[in-house]
């Protein structure tokens, strides 16, 4: 499952393989009209990066998700990456200059801590933080 990842790399966050744009938070409706919402995660926004594809970033998500099963320090891992959050899911998709990464929970609680994981990592300098809040 971490075949080609550096045995150095497979413990670091993917998210901070590249610069963070941003991050957004995901919401689902909770009621039949689609009047009520909850969080159910959050979209990280990443740089694009010499030789970072799609699919190599979803490996790297891979390894790391299996690693920190395995070394069962998911609740200080996940202080730093939303990816730690247990029971999580994802999906990677290119954005054309970048990637984003959508990082999801069925539990509201473990919801709420990826959005706050995952808006720290991005810069509040950043000239993109503002124009991604507002994106639907």
């Given at each position: 499952?971490?075949?080609?990842?550096?045995?150095?790399?497979?413990?670091?966050?993917?998210?901070?393989?590249?610069?963070?744009?941003?991050?957004?938070?995901?919401?689902?409706?909770?009621?039949?009209?689609?009047?009520?919402?909850?969080?159910t995660?959050?979209?990280?926004y990443?740089?694009?990066?010499?030789?970072?594809?799609?699919?190599?970033?979803?490996?790297?998500?891979?390894?790391?998700q299996?690693?920190?099963?395995?070394?069962?320090?998911?609740?200080?891992?996940?202080?730093?990456?939303?990816?730690?959050?247990p029971?999580?899911?994802?999906?990677?998709?290119?954005?054309?200059?970048?990637?984003?990464?959508?990082?999801?929970?069925?539990?509201?609680?473990?919801?709420?801590?990826?959005?706050?994981?995952?808006?720290?990592?991005?810069?509040?300098?950043?000239?993109?933080?503002?124009?991604?809040?507002?994106?639907?």
């Amino acid at each position: 499952m971490c075949a080609l990842i550096p045995e150095a790399e497979q413990n670091v966050c993917p998210l901070q393989h590249t610069e963070v744009l941003g991050a957004r938070e995901l919401k689902a409706p909770i009621d039949a009209k689609g009047y009520v919402f909850a969080p159910t995660g959050a979209v990280v926004y990443m740089v694009a990066a010499p030789g970072l594809t799609q699919e190599w970033l979803g490996h790297l998500v891979e390894c790391y998700q299996a690693k920190i099963a395995i070394a069962g320090n998911g609740l200080q891992a996940r202080e730093s990456c939303p990816l730690a959050e247990p029971g999580s899911s994802y999906s990677v998709s290119s954005t054309g200059d970048g990637f984003a990464v959508a990082i999801r929970s069925p539990d509201h609680d473990a919801a709420k801590r990826i959005i706050e994981v995952s808006e720290r990592l991005a810069p509040s300098t950043s000239p993109h933080r503002e124009a991604l809040a507002v994106r639907p």
